[in-house]
């Protein structure tokens, strides 16, 4: 049997299979969101890409009901997401809508899944930036989508959001995530400020287990030097 | 000969109207753009609501060229927007959804405008709320949607973001603003606390002319008590 259930939101990036993996590896029941599945997870829930939002909801809300069979989950994780730069002197609709759909349409179908299927004291964790705290005058898409995200944790953390009691909703903000991607990339960066993914993956755990929760809403930032992840709530 | 040229977005709304007519009275020339024409406007662009966000930022972005002819204009006003509550056990994406389409597509295609057409010097103000600096567990969507304007406004006013030299990128973020439909659907409620549309409409005037300007970038609260009306910088 199980030890419990888990919904991972991008399980197919860098940081979702880390979290796929590490939560297999603890003989969780694991289910994948993504525009393709993750054959590690035991159930796969593929996102119509060129659908609505709503029509993403609705399937995504459809599927997971039919696979729990009334059955709640312990954690709902969404770690989709993306980047792209640019200012408002270029294509700034066109970046500002893809950056909307990776990060905030995946958030709040995340929260609509934690309102109808997370457990009592269960845990949703969504993926915010840093950067968006402060203004991001080169990156102004990427900038909006996590300050919706930021903003949308903060009213998922307080009274009346409609998810079940005693959760605990909260973002992750990271800095730079060790993945191969950014390694690739960035082969000269000094690899001791990156956070590493099996760290993340354990915090998320932690906080499932509800061992050293933030409040209820909390911007968390992963702050990595040496090697060493702090945890800073902004 | 126009005093100067200005663009309001969403001046068929309570608030765009009276900047319409605010600025008309003064004898510039006005373009509205909305889903329908202000027949007070000098000119007027139709966004053609089913479309995609990109489409009607590049139809606005055509209309617009089309009708300066390489002119600029001295203020691009973005008042559009609307209001819708639900949390997120109920229909959370199809709320969102709206309040996006309605702040932050207009939003952001606004600051598009000012990219491509605002004056060295000119004003680009856009609209926030208040509530939004906190959680809005009440009202997820659209607390999403104007922490993004908020977000990109900061973004905006930052260096390289694109905008012309020594222009002003500012949102304000009224309480309650005295309209027509406030005071048929709460008419037991305080006016004096209400904040007057001719106040906003002279403030973006004197924006406009450089007169007061906050920061750049700046979030201004309008909080109004016995008729007067204070600013509040953010």
Redesign the interface.
Known sequence: MATGRIVVYGGRGALGAACVNHFKSFNYWVANIDLNPNEKADFNITVPKDA???E??DHVVNELGNALQGQKVNAIICVAGGWAGG????D???Q??LM?RQS??SS??A??L???YLNTGGLLALTGAKA?L?????M??Y??????????T??????????PENSLAVAIMPVTLDTEMNRKWMPKADFSTWTPLTFVAELFEKWMKDEGRPAN?SLVALVTKNNVTDLIIE
Chains 1, 2 share one sequence.
Do not use: F, R, Y
């Open positions: 609505s939002w709503v993403q909801e200012n408002a002197a270029k700034l609709s066109k500002a809508d909307w905030v349409w709040s179908i929260a609509t934690a309102a109808k968006a402060e203004a991001t005058p080169g102004i898409g900038g909006m989508a996590k300050a919706a995200v930021h903003q949308l903060k009213s998922l953390g307080a009274k009346d959001s409609g998810l809403g």
